[in-house]
């Protein structure tokens, strides 16, 4: 087996989270990169390790697009080969299940839990694999907007990533019919091998998810498909802001937008920018530096 490598640094728990939440914002995050963080003693639960696999030797890029993850100052990033270890396997087990609601979601590595909502996602594939603060917190709001009774008889997932928030939605509301898309066409062959190892099926009917490669709501399909009664937008504050006309309007009146990726100094402006197009806020969670808004959209137009 050939020699892998990490880079290491001990964090507060904040402050790993803060970073793994801020990789799965960055649209070209190279792939090879695969993070993980965990609490390094039980009994201080406060004090993690925030680990950086790599398949090969660390370079100057890799050290700097690591420590740009860190708001401020970056810790010391320590480089460290992990000899005759497959490297894939080894950072996969190092990412333990989460549970968001209803949802429990693991790497293969892990068992499944009977008793939830089970979701696999590799590790590997770094956009959206539920370890970050705004996926999870994607996962409990659509936990609670089910358990408050919202009935979705279409939904999107703009941005999707590993196809996690979609195959979620579709768990939730199993007969609707179910969108996804995101901008990198790499996601297809994810979310591809995803679906399948989830028991999704891919096609336009019912039950089904149908994906296409897409920058935000400009594409003939999503448009052809609106409008939605719920729509999922886990990307950046900066461009859901700026999507908000485009959002609300591919939504039904009286419609669902969960929208994610805004730190809660950053919710003011991206409210502000729905409201203008008549969407109020139902419900917000906060996930560390993070919110999850559930906005509702006017029912007259």
Same mark, same amino acid.
């Given at each position: 087996?050939?020699?892998?490598?990490?880079?290491?640094?001990?964090?507060?728990?904040? &402050?790993?989270?803060?970073?793994?939440?801020?990789?799965?914002?960055?649209?070209?995050? @190279?792939?090879?990169?695969?993070?993980?963080?965990?609490?390094? @003693?039980?009994?201080?639960?406060? !004090?993690?390790?925030?680990?950086?696999?790599?398949?090969?030797?660390?370079?100057?890029?890799?050290?700097?697009?690591?420590?740009?993850?860190?708001?401020?100052?970056?810790?010391?990033?320590?480089?460290?080969?992990?000899?005759?270890?497959?490297?894939?396997?080894?950072?996969?087990?190092?990412?333990?299940?989460?549970?968001? /609601?209803?949802?429990?979601?693991?790497?293969?590595?892990?068992?499944?839990?009977?008793?939830?909502?089970?979701?696999?996602?590799?590790?590997?594939?770094?956009?959206?694999?539920?370890?970050?603060?705004?996926?999870?917190?994607?996962?409990?709001?659509? !936990?609670? =907007?089910?358990?408050?009774? %919202?009935?979705?008889?279409?939904?999107?997932?703009?941005?999707?990533?590993?196809?996690?928030?979609?195959?979620? %939605?579709?768990?939730?509301?199993?007969?609707?019919?179910?969108?996804?898309? @995101?901008?990198?066409?790499?996601?297809?062959? &994810?979310?591809? !091998?995803?679906?399948?190892?989830?028991? &999704?099926?891919?096609?336009? /009917?019912?039950?089904?998810?149908?994906?296409?490669?897409?920058?935000?709501?400009?594409?003939?399909?999503?448009?052809?498909?609106?409008?939605?009664?719920?729509?999922?937008?886990?990307?950046?504050? /900066?461009?859901?802001?700026? =999507? %908000?006309?485009?959002?609300?309007?591919?939504?039904?009146?009286? /419609?669902?937008?969960?929208?994610?990726?805004?730190?809660?100094?950053?919710?003011?402006? &991206?409210?502000? %920018?729905?409201?203008?197009?008549?969407?109020?806020?139902?419900?917000?969670?906060?996930?560390? !530096?993070?919110?999850?808004?559930?906005?509702?959209?006017?029912?007259?137009?």
């Amino acid at each position: 087996m050939s020699a892998s490598w990490k880079l290491r640094a001990e964090v507060a728990k904040p &402050v790993a989270e803060a970073a793994l939440a801020a990789q799965e914002l960055v649209p070209d995050w @190279d792939a090879d990169i695969v993070l993980t963080a965990c609490e390094i @003693d039980e009994q201080h639960p406060d !004090d993690w390790l925030f680990e950086a696999w790599l398949p090969h030797e660390p370079t100057p890029a890799d050290h700097e697009a690591v420590a740009a993850l860190f708001a401020g100052d970056a810790p010391d990033l320590v480089a460290e080969q992990v000899p005759d270890t497959d490297w894939v396997t080894e950072s996969q087990q190092r990412v333990t299940p989460i549970r968001a /609601g209803r949802f429990h979601v693991h790497t293969p590595d892990h068992p499944a839990d009977p008793d939830a909502v089970d979701l696999v996602i590799p590790a590997s594939q770094a956009f959206g694999t539920g370890q970050h603060a705004t996926t999870a917190g994607c996962l409990a709001m659509l !936990d609670l =907007m089910k358990r408050e009774g %919202a009935s979705i008889r279409h939904h999107a997932d703009i941005g999707t990533g590993t196809g996690l928030l979609a195959f979620a %939605a579709m768990r939730l509301w199993p007969n609707a019919l179910a969108t996804a898309s @995101d901008i990198d066409p790499v996601c297809a062959g &994810v979310l591809a !091998d995803n679906a399948a190892s989830n028991g &999704v099926s891919l096609g336009g /009917g019912r039950g089904e998810l149908l994906f296409t490669v897409a920058d935000g709501m400009n594409d003939p399909l999503l448009q052809a498909r609106a409008p939605f009664d719920l729509l999922i937008a886990n990307i950046l504050a /900066g461009p859901l802001a700026e =999507m %908000a006309e485009d959002l609300c309007a591919a939504v039904t009146p009286g /419609g669902s937008i969960v929208l994610a990726g805004l730190l809660e100094t950053q919710e003011a402006r &991206v409210r502000a %920018a729905y409201r203008r197009q008549g969407a109020r806020l139902a419900r917000r969670l906060v996930k560390g !530096d993070w919110s999850i808004l559930w906005l509702r959209t006017s029912r007259i137009r």
